[in-house]
Nanobody, 116 residues
Framework: QVQLVESGGGLVQPGGSLRLSCAASGFTFSMYAMSWYRQAPGKERELVATIISSGGTRDYADSVKGRFTISRDNAKNTVYLQMASLKPEDTAVYYC?????????WGQGTQVTVSS
């Protein structure tokens, strides 16, 4: 079965950096686009970044462009989200996502808190 396991969240000061990882299993990782979403308290879940199967094309939400970088290692079945210049408004639970055979799969999420 499809499994997505995120890691790397934590507490960081404004202006700091974090790298999130999502280990995938249960499907042919190298054939599918992967995405990161986030959900802040009291807000809807929003798309943060997407990377296509080959890694050649990446899209970002306007709010994170220039600060976040999505990447993948198809040999390790892992997708990453490098976050820099973090702001308090980046505080949220971050989720890994894949659409596989028209079904949506989510990880359990990892908490990112940006605070001094």
């Amino acid at each position: 079965q499809v499994q997505l396991v995120e890691s790397g969240g934590g507490l960081v000061q404004p202006g700091g950096s974090l790298r999130l990882s999502c280990a995938a299993s249960g499907f042919t990782f190298s054939m599918y686009a992967m995405s990161w979403y986030r959900q802040a308290p009291g807000k809807e879940r929003e798309l943060v970044a997407t990377i296509i199967s080959s890694g050649g094309t990446r899209d970002y939400a306007d709010s994170v462009k220039g600060r976040f970088t999505i990447s993948r290692d198809n040999a390790k079945n892992t997708v990453y989200l490098q976050m820099a210049s973090l702001k308090p408004e980046d505080t949220a639970v971050y989720y890994c996502f894949v659409n596989y055979f028209r079904n949506s799969y989510w990880g359990q999420g990892t908490q990112v808190t940006v605070s001094s």
